[in-house]
């Protein structure tokens, strides 16, 4: 079956814009969690969706938000872009999340701020 | 808070050498293990994983985990490095707050 898919794969703007990343889970996972990858920190949890409602949330500035539609489809937005939101942006799906479930990532959205 | 601790943060091995990567968490409570590699330009993918019962975990590519709970360690172990293991490894955590936490990695070069 199809992994996760992330859109687009790389994008390059400049500060103060905002930015739409996109991921479509694998077909029947209902749980989208967001990460932020860059060198030295490691992977940090932004936020995870299940049925279209924000169900964890890290500690990201308000400027980064996200949502699921109904069909698990869910997106990130980052405004006001800074030079420090550089960074891989990982989608992880799994079926319905948390404890006892496996998460499949994608390959990520590379974000870099001009 | 949860934290998940890597304390290796770049090992060097020749191959054929044995691996041992460190991997440590705070959380008292029933937790899900996983080690995921991410190889150069790929996604992450999973190793291996502990839910519960034998502590002792064998993953995919040679690759095991033992849990000491009463350390709060799930160390990754493989007896014999290949060239093809060069990547970055990733130790992770879900707890109660049903997310997965991650460590900062540890990148493996095996050099041939």
């Known amino acids: 079956k199809a992994g996760v898919t992330q859109t687009p794969r790389y994008l390059i703007k400049t500060r103060g814009q905002q930015v739409t990343l996109s991921c479509s889970p694998i077909?029947?996972?209902?749980?989208v969690s967001w990460y932020q990858q860059t060198p030295g920190q490691g992977l940090q949890f932004l936020f995870e969706?299940?049925?279209?409602?924000?169900?964890n949330k890290g500690n990201f500035p308000g400027r980064f938000s996200g949502r699921q539609f109904s069909n698990s489809r869910s997106e990130m937005n980052v405004s006001t872009l800074e030079l420090g939101d550089s960074a891989l942006y990982l989608c992880a799906s799994s079926l319905v999340g948390g404890r006892g479930t496996e998460a499949f990532f994608g390959q990520g959205t590379r974000l870099t701020v001009v | 808070a949860q934290s998940v601790s890597q304390h290796n943060h770049h090992v060097i091995l020749s191959e054929a050498a044995s691996l041992e990567l460190g991997c440590n968490y705070s959380y008292g409570g029933t937790v899900n293990l996983f080690w995921y590699v991410q190889y150069p330009g790929q996604h992450l993918q999973l190793l291996l994983k502990?839910?519960?019962?034998?502590?002792l975990v064998k993953g995919i590519k040679g690759f095991e985990a033992e849990f000491i709970k009463s350390k709060f360690s799930f160390n990754l172990r493989k007896p014999s490095v290949q060239w093809s293991d060069t990547a970055e490894y990733f130790c992770?955590?879900?707890?109660?707050?049903?997310?997965?936490?991650f460590g900062t990695g540890t990148r493996l070069t095996v050099i041939p």
């Open positions: 992770a955590v879900i707890t109660g707050a049903n997310n997965l936490f």
């Open positions: 969706y299940f049925s279209e409602t924000q169900r």
């Open positions: 077909s029947g996972h209902r749980s």
């Open positions: 502990y839910f519960s019962g034998d502590p």
